[in-house]
């Protein structure tokens, strides 16, 4: 049975800072993530405490056993991390982390380095969701996505066409069978008719 966590295929969003460190904002897709959401704080914070992060570069990390959290840290240590699910394609997933950077950072720039902890989260919440939204379409922001989920698509009809061909087949086969038994049938009528008839004319010659 479906794990009701992976209905979707994005998790959250979070941002913050590594001076503190400190998650100024985050937003999740329900209730039932938002032990992935707390999960994927600790791992951050722990990016943030060992000092060997590279910066402005895009990485990954296992999130549970169910997620991938893609992200990325600028120049000035402000970090974006999307959370998704682990067949979600990571280059979709560095396309939204740098989407929400650039949305997020042209509206709180001059905020986020003064804020605590998810002093955001209540202003930043309609634009978050509404990545999370955008991004969980995974076919209509991806070409590949899209034409892989077209292809399963054909794969799918041409799988029920070869299905309804065999079943065809055989029911043809069947026919085919009864065609035969009835021709054989037939021809043994014939055979017996013929000899009855031979008997019929030789009792009515002797009489």
């Known amino acids: 049975m479906k794990s009701p966590l992976l209905s979707r295929r994005l998790a959250c969003i979070c941002i913050g800072r590594l001076s503190g460190p400190c998650i100024v904002a985050s937003a999740s897709t329900g209730n039932d993530t938002q ?8 791992e951050i914070y722990a990016i943030a405490g060992d000092g060997s ?3 402005q570069s895009h990485s990954n990390f296992s999130c549970g056993n169910n997620y991938t959290c ?17 067949k979600y394609p990571p280059r979709v997933a560095f396309s939204m982390v740098d ?3 650039s949305a997020f950072m042209e509206q709180y720039q001059d905020r986020i380095f003064e804020v605590g902890q998810h002093e955001l989260d209540v202003s930043a ?7 999370l939204d955008k991004y969980e379409d995974l076919e209509s922001i991806d070409a590949i996505s899209s034409a892989q989920q077209k292809l399963e698509a054909v794969k799918g ?8 061909s065999l079943q065809n087949l055989d029911r043809t086969d069947k026919v085919m069978t009864m065609a035969e038994d009835m021709n054989k049938d037939a021809m043994v009528f014939k055979r017996n008719a013929k000899t009855l008839r031979e008997r019929v004319c030789c009792r009515a010659y002797k009489w």
């Open 157 to 164: 009809t041409m799988s029920e066409n070869i299905t309804l």
């Open 53 to 55: 992060i590279e910066l």
């Open 35 to 42: 032990h992935v959401l707390s999960d994927a704080q600790k």
């Open 70 to 86: 893609h992200y990325n840290v600028d120049s000035d240590g402000i970090i974006i991390a999307v959370v998704a699910d682990l």
């Open 99 to 101: 989407e929400v950077k």
């Open 125 to 131: 919440h309609s634009m978050l969701t509404s990545f």
